[in-house]
């Protein structure tokens, strides 16, 4: 058994922990995908083209990659929680500014700090969440993220609502970021600090005991592996965050609310297929839930950008998020599952996991002003296949539940 949560031993206190671990996931996917849903209005305020959006996008990666690679030893100095409050406060701030940036260099500028904020925040909250799983003793990830997304499902749908009746994206960001500050900041007070990593005897109970990695971690074959692939995931859920509603509107000539709606109906299947995620894994095994993943993610985009209907491509949105959906939570889980430096994989996976999240959106962008944005999103389809060939590296080292 792992160290206690929130210093309190006992069932009660995991409970606890688990449901605030659950809300605090689901606040850093309500705040992406509020910003992510209004992005067409942001847009027309700033009169830019995808190449000028798309070159903004991008200090959204280099505000996450710079501050990532030093996150694992920020949370082991000062405690996942602090390292979250912190962050809460900082993007809750943030992102309503990003409604009234008066041109695209200081759109930038502010998305670097929503960058940095949120992918330290990401990191803080799965390491702290790997504790509350590993203390429970049963697989809890998946729980998590399926929070995030119903996060993400409740942000696009307020988004679509706003969008609807043509509220202002600065009133509509404030009142959101209020709200979720308050639930966000009275949650992580019952977190664990996830500063500890497990003992290494710990993964030696009853199973097969293997040597974890000695090296960098960024060297293992095996993380590196798990890496790539929750990168090629994270591309493809990324594009669909920042690019989805656009084509809706631009290639299918959707209206704001519907170009909202078809972002939400992918939260939505991502939100279905996390909460569907344990009990797939349980009954096919991990490795070919995430290879079936990938083969309907694929097929998803084939029918969202092989056939020019907007109804159609609802269907293809959702076979697109039902694709991808657990392939950063079981990533997380078995990265956790490393010998002796759980928590520090988690963070070395969920850094190059990040790498696609933020880097491969704004590529889009760019290739889209060259050969249209309904062109570009072809490449989706070749993540999968990256996706589907690196599934065996979730496999459990020690040889069970692989």
């Given at each position: 058994m792992g160290p206690s949560v929130a210093g309190t031993p006992g069932e009660l206190d995991v409970r606890r922990a688990a449901w605030a671990t659950r809300l605090v996931f689901a606040a850093n996917g309500g705040l992406f995908a509020t910003w992510a849903s209004?992005?067409?209005?942001?847009?027309?305020?700033?009169?830019?083209?995808?190449?000028?959006?798309?070159?903004?996008?991008?200090?959204?990666a280099v505000g996450s990659l710079v501050a990532m690679p030093f996150s694992g030893r920020l949370v082991s100095a000062v405690g996942a929680r602090a390292v979250m409050v912190v962050c809460i406060v900082v993007c809750c701030l943030a992102y309503p500014a990003l409604a009234v940036v008066p041109n695209l260099v200081a759109l930038g500028a502010v998305l670097f700090v929503v960058g940095a904020g949120t992918g330290v925040w990401d990191v803080a909250m799965n390491v702290s969440g790997h504790v509350v799983e590993r203390e429970a003793g049963r697989d809890l990830m998946p729980g998590f993220h399926a929070a995030w997304s119903i996060g993400t499902v409740v942000g696009a749908g307020l988004g679509a609502l706003a969008a609807k009746v043509d509220l202002d994206p600065a009133i509509h960001f404030t009142a959101v970021c209020a709200v979720t500050a308050v639930f966000a900041l009275l949650s992580v007070r019952v977190m664990p600090e996830g500063t500890e990593e497990p003992d290494p005897v710990d993964y030696a109970e009853g199973e097969h005991h293997v040597p974890g990695p000695t090296g960098p971690l960024i060297l293992d074959p095996r993380l590196l592996?798990?890496?790539?692939?929750?990168?090629?995931?994270?591309?493809?859920?990324?594009?669909?965050?920042?690019?989805?509603?656009?084509?809706?509107?631009?290639?299918?000539?959707?209206?704001?609310a519907l170009a909202a709606a078809g972002f939400a109906t992918f939260a939505t299947a991502m939100t279905l297929g996390r909460l569907a995620g344990t009990a797939v894994v349980t009954r096919v095994g991990r490795v070919r839930t995430l290879r079936a993943g990938a083969v309907?993610?694929?097929?998803?985009?084939?029918?969202?950008?092989?056939?020019?209907?907007?109804?159609?491509?609802?269907?293809?949105?959702?076979?697109?998020?039902?694709?991808?959906?657990?392939?950063?939570?079981?990533?997380?889980?078995?990265?956790?599952?490393?010998?002796?430096?759980?928590?520090?994989a988690i963070a070395t996976v969920a850094t190059i996991a990040y790498a696609g999240f933020l880097v491969g959106p704004p590529l889009i962008g760019s290739l889209a002003h060259s050969v249209g944005l309904d062109h570009a999103l072809w490449v989706v389809v070749l993540l999968g296949g990256g996706m589907f060939a690196l599934a065996g590296t979730a496999r459990d080292p020690r040889g069970v539940r692989g």
């Open positions: 209004r992005l067409p209005a942001v847009r027309d305020d700033l009169g830019a083209d995808e190449r000028g959006l798309g070159f903004a996008l991008l200090f959204l592996g798990l890496g790539v692939m929750t990168f090629c995931a994270a591309w493809a859920e990324g594009s669909a965050n920042d690019w989805l509603a656009l084509m809706m509107a631009d290639d299918r000539g959707a209206s704001g309907v993610a694929a097929a998803g985009m084939v029918l969202l950008l092989g056939v020019p209907v907007l109804a159609v491509g609802y269907l293809g949105a959702l076979l697109w998020g039902l694709g991808i959906s657990v392939a950063f939570p079981l990533a997380m889980t078995a990265a956790g599952e490393t010998p002796g430096r759980g928590a520090s």
